[in-house]
């Protein structure tokens, strides 16, 4: 079998906790290369692979086929443009990049190099997900009206990251905002428009630390909320629909998982029954169903077949709807405004 000459850029959490342990698993993909400055710790991960200072010396490599870009967002565009630039397929970690403009010119120069750009929305591969996806296609609690999602967390102290200073592609809405559009985009196409409150309330906050967004889509509504002085469980799903209502609480197993070096099988997707959501159809009792397993390995797996055939798990077009609608947030925001979808389509 031949497999995926792959380089990776980064070896911080990402790199370590979501892309090394599912390549690894997998025949279809081969590390080559590692742009990092931490060779001890890539050795320690991929004992075979080359350890690069820098990305243009990693490029040079011709046997390379696939650049991972897990390095903060504001430094994906150049990345991006001089992997395809030498004729690389890309994976971006989310939302991508900084700006539409930046995704259009990527977009523009795959096309005219004839390479894939993928972009790495695992959450699309929750089983909390998943689970609500098949409710909706399968219509077993009716039509629905409303959903609502949330990444909850209790941290009301700045600390001290890249994620949470003042700079392009830093803040909540750009890490977890990204995630909870891409899903409901996935789920129900382009909203008519966007009402958005972004927030900083945390004592020292360079940048954005929550945020409440409604999707319009006719008299239905998807609400999107993260807000980091939650304690206690949330909701991470409700789905309510004309027969009935799906409740979901607790996070998708597979990232802690993952983080605590759990070996990758068909098994770190499967969720504790104690987690499993509560459906209640009409008048009846609720009743506990199974989650889906989540399969972050299914991206992967997506991904190798991608880029045989050229339609890769998420593209551009995805990440720009995606901006689109962050951007689109950011303004209502701003002006107290409801944003029209013809707003962002300009």
Known sequence: MTTIQTTLVGFGFSAVTFHAPLIQALPEYTVRQVVSSQADKVAAVFPEAAVIG?????????????????T???????????????????????????????AIELQRLATQHGVSVAVYQNRRYD??????EQLVEMNEIGDWQLVESRFD????VVRDRWREKAGPGSGILFDLGSHLIDQALALFGEPDAVVGDVLSQRDGAETDDGFHITLFYGKRRVILRS??????ATPR???????????????????????????????IGQ????????????????????????????????????LKTGDVPVDLTDALKTMQIIEAVRLSSETG???FRKEWEQ
Do not use: C, W
């Not at 010396?57 to 086929?65: G, N, R, Y």
């Not at 998708?252 to 098994?267: K, N």
């Open 54 to 70: 820098t990305l243009e010396e990693a490029l040079q490599d011709e046997q390379t086929e696939l650049v991972i870009i897990t």
């Open 72 to 102: 903060p967002t504001a430094l994906h565009f150049e990345m991006a443009k001089q992997a395809i630039e030498a004729k690389k397929h890309v994976l971006l970690e989310k939302p991508a990049v900084v700006t539409m403009e930046e």
């Open 127 to 132: 089983g909390d997900f998943l689970t609500v």
């Open 153 to 156: 967390r209790y941290r009301p």
């Open 227 to 232: 807000n980091s002085f939650i304690q206690g």
């Open 237 to 267: 799903f409700e789905l309510h629909a004309t027969r009935g209502s799906y409740l979901k609480y607790g996070m998708d197993p597979q990232e802690a998982r993952l983080a605590s070096g759990q070996t990758v099988d068909a098994a």
């Open 271 to 306: 969720e504790e029954t104690v987690n499993y959501g509560y459906l209640q159809i009409a008048d009846h009792p609720a009743e506990r169903l199974a989650t889906l397993p989540g399969n972050y390995l299914g991206f992967y797996k997506a991904l190798a077949e991608g």
């Open 337 to 339: 405004r409801k944003i």
